[in-house]
């Protein structure tokens, strides 16, 4: 009996022990400084949220240097004989001018519509 007693009071000291030793991470601080769309058709493009463009970034800084890049992945067509297609375009300036770099990006996303757009309709002709 004594023994069982012994057992279970070390058992308990060795789990109590247990969970109050190591050391926790935390992270304070998070920064994203690049953002990339990349998509495989014009139409994806139609989807972005422009407000959480902004709540991405909304950690930075006024003088970090921030990047915004979009892409279209156009894929190949054996048929024919077109290899990938990619479109694409970036936009680095500092977080002061996160308003801007979101007018030129969306502007240039409708520049990338247009070119893939006008691409596919190229090879669909010939």
């Known amino acids: 009996m004594k023994a069982m007693?012994?057992?279970?009071?070390?058992?308990?000291?060795?789990?109590?022990?247990?969970q109050n030793s190591g050391a926790s991470a935390t992270i304070k601080e998070h920064k994203v400084s690049a953002l990339?769309?990349?998509v495989t058709s014009p139409e994806e493009f139609?989807?972005?949220n422009w407000k959480?463009?902004?709540e991405i970034?909304?950690?930075?800084?006024?003088?970090?240097?921030?990047?915004?890049?979009?892409?279209?992945r156009l894929p190949e067509?054996?048929?024919?004989?077109?290899?990938?297609?990619?479109f694409g375009i970036r936009i680095e300036d500092?977080?002061?001018?996160?308003?801007?770099?979101?007018?030129k990006g969306q502007k240039s996303v409708k520049q990338?519509?247009?070119?893939?757009?006008?691409?596919?309709?190229y090879i669909d002709e010939n």
């Open 5 to 18: 007693l012994y057992m279970t009071f070390l058992l308990i000291t060795l789990g109590l022990t247990a």
């Open 36 to 38: 990339t769309f990349s």
């Open 46 to 48: 139609k989807t972005v």
């Open 52 to 54: 959480d463009v902004y």
């Open 57 to 72: 970034f909304e950690g930075a800084k006024a003088d970090d240097k921030l990047c915004l890049g979009f892409e279209i």
């Open 77 to 86: 067509d054996p048929e024919k004989k077109i290899s990938k297609a990619n």
């Open 94 to 103: 500092t977080a002061a001018n996160l308003e801007k770099m979101i007018a």
């Open 112 to 121: 990338l519509i247009k070119m893939a757009t006008n691409f596919k309709n």
